[in-house]
C-alpha cells in the first residue's frame, strides 16, 4: 500500500462500495476532474490492486440458499494427489471457494447448494466421486452475520 495516497485509497473505496459508478461520478465524489481519477484507476488495474469487477448476484434467488462449509481430509498429501483433488474440486460449481489449510483438515470448500436434498445429491454424486478424500465434515450456516467483499483500510 506504499504506492497509494489518500486519492487512490479513496477510489478504491468508492469502486468497493459500487464498481459500476462511472469516472464523472467519481471525480465529482473526490472534488476532481474527470482525466486525472480515469488514469489513477487504470494505473490501479495495471499496479493489480484492482484486479476484477464482478456483479453480486442474490444466491436466494439463483437458488444457492444454503451454505455449507465442508472440511476435507485427503488420504495421501503426495503432490501429484493434492494436485489431482484441486483440479476435480474447481470443477464443481457448486463449490465457490477453497482453501488449502493447516490443522485436522487439508482444505476448506464453501459449498452453496439450493437445500439440503441438494447438499446431499452433490454429496453423494458428485464430492464423494473425488479419489483420496479420507473423510469430511460439513457445517451447515443457519445463518449469515457478517457479509462483505470490501477491504477495510
Not at 476484477?52 to 481430509?73: E, I, P, Q, S
Not at 498429501?77 to 464443481?92: E, P, Q, T, W, Y
Not at 487439508?106 to 473423510?135: C, H, P, R, W
Amino acid at each position: 500500500m506504499e504506492n497509494l495516497d489518500k486519492t487512490d485509497l479513496q477510489i478504491l473505496k468508492h469502486l468497493q462500495e459500487n464498481s459500476n459508478i462511472n469516472t464523472k461520478d467519481l471525480a465529482s465524489k473526490l472534488f476532481l476532474t474527470v482525466t486525472p481519477v480515469y488514469e489513477r484507476i487504470k494505473r490501479l488495474e495495471r499496479d493489480g490492486f484492482i484486479t476484477k469487477y464482478v456483479a453480486l448476484l442474490d444466491r436466494k434467488k439463483m437458488n444457492r440458499g444454503m451454505t455449507v462449509f465442508c472440511n476435507v481430509r485427503l488420504k495421501e498429501h503426495a503432490k501429484n494427489v493434492g494436485s489431482n483433488f484441486v483440479k476435480d474440486i474447481v470443477a464443481l460449481p457448486e463449490i465457490i471457494e477453497c482453501y488449502n489449510i493447516a490443522g485436522d483438515y487439508d482444505f476448506m470448500l464453501k459449498i452453496l447448494v439450493q437445500d439440503m436434498a441438494s447438499y446431499q445429491d452433490f454429496v453423494m454424486n458428485k464430492l464423494s466421486t473425488i479419489e483420496n478424500i479420507g473423510n469430511t465434515n460439513s457445517i451447515f450456516v443457519m445463518g449469515e452475520i457478517k457479509y462483505s467483499t470490501a477491504l477495510e483500510f
